[in-house]
């Protein structure tokens, strides 16, 4: 590599052109931070381009009270680097927003990435070069770079999306999407607050801010199943505990389907009577973090009568937490089971609908009609409001390569590829789009696990493949469409074996706030075969001489 580490930092490359970067890294969120890591410990002429001011990518963004980790802080950091591992101290089981971002400047200052990162840099446009085997960047401040090979890091929620609703602009007081909370402190004292939507992030922040409020009206047009956290404080003597046992936890987490701590219960739904399972479940939901969803049994993601069983158990615990039989049945989802998509995690969040000053609105029954400059008018009359947070979710994994005119060969345009759904080669490179490389693509391993472990993993993998492509002096790769066809096919299949196909969820790429995603159409956004098979299935490929890609 010392060879080609000094090519990249000026030689002539291939072809004959020179780009101004041999690799462009797009975000500087936790995939952006450890993928310039590895490239520029092999001392490839590369760089971060992050639209927002500084780095953090879900972790910068994302002030809104509540915001946190939903896996086990220990098993969220990296695990590259034995020294930071054993310098830092997580404070909580399930660390806030300040905390997290405080760790990714952290690593990025103790590393010295900031001297490859440039902020307030926002990619509008990629045109990829045939004859030269280069990719031109189009930023928004009017400038161009050229390089041979773009990694997307882009965020999987990084997209927020608005509600359509008429009169929302003449809205007087402060009104903002939770990925857009203001960063200087905003008082809500005594305020009357309005949340629209109860996904995970709305969970976070109706149960952190009711509170706080003065009032605080929930409109709810479909509820959530949500468990609770159990989040607490980490003592200094857990920590050093779990500094001792971080190779027993990242080996665990490497094992699992989902990439975390918990792993699920192979004894057989079946095999144990009703009592039983109900003993396992009693103790799974007095567990911090997703041991009621990932240590539970197997068939509950794909066995109905498993989950119908299961659901039914988390609704009566939720009819024991809500005082109001009616508002309780409101916040019981209807329309699929428990654990079938992502779990929100919540603390006392149901116990908040038991509070005076706040009021469920289920807009299915009394709908959202406008907003006017002093509230929410619904069918059935208006709120008066103070602010209005909107809860509504994210266009999620492919709106963030959406909102880059990507052009691929022959000016063929990714987000027309892609309209009917996504179609990859393992999540990490498209046919047409040469020398593109995502790190958290759509159908790859990553939007399903625990998001670093996935990433740890995909960077790894990319920098590796890379590094074939430098030593044996190539300047071009690209998947094969049959590749790609059989790996999207994979992806589908593994939907019809899962519950989750019926939900409506970003995991199936339903959306009613983004055009064309409304009606439920699936798209197959994930892979859902688990952690250990996606990272077998990589190693596989790379062994083979990375078969399924043609270098040139």
Known sequence: ????????????????????WEVVVIGAGVGGIYQIK??????????????????????????????????????????FSRELLDEWHWKERFSGQPENLRYLN???????????????????????????????????????????????????????????????????????????????????????????????????VIADIASKVGELKVFQRRPNWSSPLHNGPISD?????????????????????????HEPDRRGFYTLTPEERKELWDELYETPGFAIWLRNF??????EEANAEFSAYVADRIRQRVKDPV????????????????VPMETHYFEVYNQDNVELVDVSETPIERVTPTGIQTSAGHYDLDII???????????AYDKIDIQGVNGEKLAQKWVDGPSTYLGILVNGFPNFVMLAGPQSGSASTNFPRG?????????????????????????????????????????????????????????????????????????NGGAPKFVQKLSEIADAGYSGVEFD
């Open 389 to 399: 947070v909107y809860a509504t979710g994210f266009d999620a994994i492919t709106g």
């Open 298 to 303: 197997r068939e509950i993601f794909f066995d």
């Open 327 to 342: 508002v309780a049945e409101k916040l019981i989802p209807k329309d699929h089971g428990f654990g079938v998509q992502r």
């Open 237 to 261: 003597e857990e920590m050093a505990q779990i500094r001792a046992r971080y190779d027993e936890i990242f080996e665990t987490c490497a094992r699992t389907p989902g990439g975390f701590e």
């Open 38 to 79: 590895r490239l520029t410990d092999l001392g490839i002429k590369a760089v971060v381009l992050e639209a927002a001011d500084d780095l953090g990518g879900t972790w910068y963004m994302n002030r809104y009270p509540g915001a946190r980790f939903d896996s086990e802080s220990y098993t969220y950091g990296y695990s």
């Open 1 to 20: 590599m010392a060879d080609q580490a000094t090519a990249t930092k000026g030689t002539t490359l291939g072809t004959g052109t020179r780009p101004d």
């Open 455 to 527: 990433i740890e993993s995909g960077v790894n993998w990319i920098t590796s493949m890379l590094e074939y492509v430098w030593e044996h002096d190539k300047t071009r790769l690209e998947p094969t469409p049959e590749a790609q066809e059989e790996w999207t096919e994979h992806v589908k299949k593994m939907y019809g074996m899962m519950l989750m196909r019926k939900a409506k969820s970003w995991f199936t790429g339903y959306n009613s706030n983004v055009e064309g995603h409304e009606h439920g159409k699936i798209r197959y956004f994930v892979y």
């Open 106 to 204: 952290h690593v990025a200052d103790k590393f010295d990435l900031r001297q490859h990162m440039r902020f307030n840099t926002k990619v509008v446009a990629m045109r990829w070069d045939e004859p030269t085997h280069t990719w031109e960047l189009s930023l928004e401040d009017g400038s161009t770079m050229a390089t041979r090979f773009v990694i997307a890091a882009l965020g999987l929620l990084s997209i927020p999306t608005y509600p359509r609703y008429e009169g929302m602009d003449s809205f007087q007081g402060p009104s903002f999407h939770t990925f857009h909370w203001p960063h200087e402190p905003l008082d809500l004292t005594g305020k009357r607050v309005g949340v629209v939507g109860t996904g995970a992030t709305g969970i976070q």
